[in-house]
């Protein structure tokens, strides 16, 4: 194999990495998010439990029903980001140790 050919392959090798790991962030990005958006009606619902004596919920039916509903649904969303992403950083991190095993150079740069 001739200079440039080992010297284009080297380049190859390297952008797939850097796409790979560029992926990784994306869903640790997605992670975090998943996380926030789980985490906001934890919030809520705790602020309720902490004021509950200073209202009936009889009275507020109407508007707790609705508010619980919303939490749930942030509460699923949340979820499945956490589920998702973690799914796919497992795959990330086999297809980096793939790179690593199938080019040593890559494992000395990436340690």
């Given at each position: 194999?001739?200079?440039?050919?080992?010297?284009?392959?080297?380049?190859i090798?390297?952008?797939?990495?850097q796409?790979?790991?560029?992926?990784?962030?994306?869903?640790?990005?997605?992670?975090?998010?998943?996380?926030?958006?789980?985490?906001?009606?934890?919030?809520?619902?705790?602020?309720?439990?902490?004021?509950?004596?200073?209202?009936?919920?009889?009275?507020?039916?109407?508007?707790?029903?609705?508010?619980?509903?919303?939490?749930?649904?942030?509460?699923?969303?949340?979820?499945?980001?956490?589920?998702?992403?973690?799914?796919?950083?497992?795959?990330?991190?086999?297809?980096?140790?793939?790179?690593?095993?199938?080019?040593?150079?890559?494992?000395?740069?990436?340690?």
């Open positions: 194999m001739s200079e440039s050919e080992e010297t284009k392959s080297d380049a090798l390297i952008n797939e990495a796409l790979v790991l560029a992926e990784k962030r994306t869903w640790l990005a997605t992670l975090r998010t998943g996380i926030a958006v789980f985490a906001l009606p934890l919030s809520v619902l705790g602020l309720l439990i902490a004021t509950s004596r200073y209202y009936d919920v009889m009275q507020v039916l109407n508007w707790l029903i609705p508010l619980l509903v919303i939490c749930g649904t942030l509460a699923v969303l949340g979820s499945y980001l956490i589920v998702r992403s973690i799914v796919h950083l497992h795959r990330q991190d086999r297809l980096i140790l793939k790179l690593k095993k199938e080019h040593s150079q890559m494992a000395k740069l990436m340690d």
